[in-house]
Nanobody, 124 residues
């Protein structure tokens, strides 16, 4: 069992930065690949970024490539999403998720555990 708690969301102006954190409980955290998803009102949940269990591999949605960076610290049971040059279209609730696969999937259904989400609002 893995429990995930996100933090770091908030209100920021366009062009600004935020760093989201996702703290995990459970001794097997390091064996899970982690993903970040977001969901805006009226839209489906979409993949944003992911990182493999060893942090040796990352993947990003085209819409955030070059602006967002995913990292993890397995000693601290924490995964991060650094978001730079934020745009109003990045506004959404952001979720972290854990999958038993070693590499992050873009498909929400492949994830076993989810956090409660944190709101990110980017003003123009």
């Amino acid at each position: 069992q893995v429990q995930l708690v996100e933090s770091g969301g908030g209100l920021v102006q366009a062009g600004g930065s935020l760093r989201l954190s996702c703290a995990a409980s459970g001794r097997t955290f390091s064996s899970y690949a982690m993903g970040w998803f977001r969901q805006a009102p009226g839209k489906e949940r979409e993949f944003v970024a992911g990182i493999s269990w060893s942090a040796g591999s990352t993947r990003y949605a085209d819409s955030v490539k070059g602006r967002f960076t995913s990292s993890r610290d397995n000693a601290k049971n924490t995964v991060y999403l650094q978001m730079n040059n934020l745009k109003p279209e990045d506004t959404a609730v952001y979720y972290c998720a854990a999958t038993r696969y070693k590499y992050p999937s873009r498909t929400p259904g492949d994830y076993d555990y989810w956090g409660q989400g944190t709101q990110v609002t980017v003003s123009s």
